[in-house]
């Protein structure tokens, strides 16, 4: 099993910032990517950001220019730097990665986080 705990939401005011962090743990071989999806209420689930292995790096056209996805691979934690928030950010922010777990079948397969409340306020 592979576990993924979010921190770092909160309210904010618009235009300001905040730093989500996730940590994975469990039987994990190796983490292909981790990422940070969204959902805000009526609306569905989202791409935000996601980081691979290699370092490369997907933004959803929204948040260019004003998110940042970094990630420590020693710690197996993933960063969402948020600045210049919206009242359009608000949602729930899900962890996301995809992985091989650690088992003789070394299966490939995406886990999610329960997710973490992002409030921003005008």
């Known amino acids: 099993q592979v576990q993924l705990v979010e921190s770092g939401g909160g309210l904010v005011q618009a235009g300001g910032s905040l730093r989500l962090s996730c940590a994975a743990s469990?039987?994990?071989?190796?983490?292909?990517?981790m990422g940070w999806y969204r959902q805000a209420p009526g609306k569905q689930r989202d791409l935000v950001a996601v980081?691979?292995?290699?370092?490369?790096?997907n933004y959803a056209d929204s948040v260019k220019g004003r998110f940042t996805i970094s990630r420590d691979n020693a710690k197996n934690t993933v960063y969402l730097q948020m600045n210049s928030l919206k009242p359009e950010d608000t949602a729930v922010y899900y962890c996301?990665?995809?992985?091989?777990?650690?088992?003789?079948?070394?299966?490939?397969?995406?886990?999610w986080g329960q997710g973490t409340q992002v409030t921003v306020s005008s």
């Open positions: 996301y990665a995809n992985a091989v777990s650690s088992t003789l079948y070394r299966r490939t397969a995406d886990y």
């Open positions: 469990g039987n994990i071989f190796t983490i292909n990517a």
């Open positions: 980081i691979t292995s290699g370092g490369m790096t």
